[in-house]
């Protein structure tokens, strides 16, 4: 049985259709986040690769957060 193009392209579409919002998705997280957005923008543009993704910027802590966080706790060190 051979595919022709045509069929190949149907039988992706619906990859190619979720993986779209994904890359938007990613891309803002990844500003959020403080990531590297081009990497994580064109690592969403992979299908399958792109739910890995989305899944890791969810779980990374705010980079911006933890800056502040680990200024104040040297802050609080040094006034002691």
Do not use: H, W
């Amino acid at each position: 049985m051979v595919i022709t193009p045509l069929e190949l392209l149907f039988a992706l579409s619906p990859l190619i259709v979720l993986s779209i919002p994904l890359i938007f998705i990613c891309r803002r997280l990844a500003q959020n986040k403080g990531k590297d957005v081009t990497k994580y923008t064109l690592l969403s543009c992979i299908p399958l690769v792109n739910i890995y993704a989305l899944l890791y910027l969810i779980g990374t802590p705010n980079k911006k957060s933890e800056n502040k966080a680990d200024q104040l706790l040297t802050n609080l060190e040094e006034k002691d």
